[in-house]
């Protein structure tokens, strides 16, 4: 019997519907109905910074479509001015997909909490956090990965019983990007709104349909993507 990618050990399948932000409170009151609320983080604000290479072969990768992917980020939640602890714990990510599924290492360190409130993307202790950790994280991540933009929005996160499915949804998507390397960049802002479930089936949810009939749309979106596109053509 052939596997399919979100069926092989250790691989999850995503999927995103997308649509217009502007529809947010209905999007979040339909889903209100049909799912719970995550019990331990219901809502937060995510902070990723995007590494890549000097010939952006991460973005690349998405913007050729390639079935292989790979991501490495340096991921943490809050709002950078309500770090109130002097140290903040942020998750090193290498993120391998295969289509829809997707296969993620991952490690939780901490940082010093100034460092994520001023540092520039250009500081090299971005690289240096993937250096120190490399032998933990499993996975190297080369010196030739620099930080690139840092991406940041708002989400609140439910539970599917149902389906064995999690869910979230994002909003006020905007990014950053290292103004050294792309001087002529500004900053970013999507309109868009991404619910995104993950489980280990391969077919929608039943709620799926109602999300259709609102107006989103099931198909490939990445965050990451979406904002180099704008980044390396300077459009804000």
């Given at each position: 019997?052939?596997?399919?990618?979100?069926?092989?050990?250790?691989?999850?399948?995503?999927?995103?519907?997308?649509?217009?932000?502007?529809?947010?409170?209905?999007?979040?009151?339909?889903?209100?109905?049909?799912?719970?609320?995550?019990?331990?983080?219901?809502?937060?604000?995510?902070?990723?910074?995007?590494?890549?290479?000097?010939?952006?072969?991460?973005?690349?990768?998405?913007?050729?479509?390639?079935?292989?992917?790979?991501?490495?980020?340096?991921?943490?939640?809050?709002?950078?001015?309500?770090?109130?602890?002097?140290?903040?714990?942020?998750?090193?990510e290498c993120k391998h997909r295969i289509?829809?599924?997707?296969?993620?290492?991952?490690?939780?360190?901490?940082?010093?909490?100034?460092?994520?409130?001023?540092?520039?993307?250009?500081?090299?202790?971005?690289?240096?956090?993937?250096?120190?950790?490399?032998a933990d994280l499993g996975e190297p991540?080369?010196?030739?990965?620099?930080?690139?933009?840092?991406?940041?929005?708002?989400?609140?996160?439910?539970?599917?019983?149902?389906?064995?499915?999690?869910?979230?949804?994002?909003?006020?998507?905007?990014?950053?990007?290292?103004?050294?390397?792309?001087?002529?960049?500004?900053?970013?802002?999507?309109?868009?709104?991404?619910?995104?479930?993950?489980?280990?089936?391969?077919?929608?949810?039943?709620?799926?349909?109602?999300?259709?009939?609102?107006?989103?749309?099931?198909?490939?979106?990445?965050?990451?993507?979406?904002?180099?596109?704008?980044?390396?053509?300077?459009?804000?």
């Open positions: 019997m052939t596997l399919l990618p979100s069926q092989m050990p250790g691989l999850v399948n995503e999927r995103k519907f997308v649509g217009d932000a502007r529809d947010r409170p209905f999007v979040l009151a339909l889903l209100d109905a049909h799912l719970q609320p995550d019990r331990h983080y219901g809502t937060g604000h995510v902070n990723s910074v995007y590494f890549d290479t000097p010939g952006l072969r991460a973005w690349a990768e998405k913007a050729n479509g390639d079935n292989l992917k790979r991501k490495v980020r340096a991921r943490w939640y809050g709002r950078p001015g309500d770090l109130a602890s002097p140290a903040t714990p942020v998750f090193l289509g829809s599924a997707r296969d993620k290492r991952r490690l939780e360190v901490s940082v010093p909490s100034d460092f994520l409130r001023h540092a520039r993307l250009s500081d090299p202790a971005w690289n240096a956090l993937f250096a120190s950790h490399a991540v080369g010196p030739d990965w620099a930080a690139v933009c840092r991406i940041e929005y708002d989400r609140v996160r439910y539970d599917d019983p149902e389906n064995a499915s999690r869910v979230s949804v994002d909003w006020n998507i905007a990014a950053f990007p290292d103004t050294e390397r792309f001087p002529w960049a500004v900053p970013v802002a999507l309109g868009d709104i991404v619910c995104e479930f993950k489980n280990r089936g391969g077919s929608p949810p039943r709620w799926a349909e109602a999300l259709h009939n609102a107006g989103m749309r099931l198909r490939s979106f990445s965050k990451y993507g979406e904002c180099m596109e704008r980044i390396t053509r300077g459009i804000p």
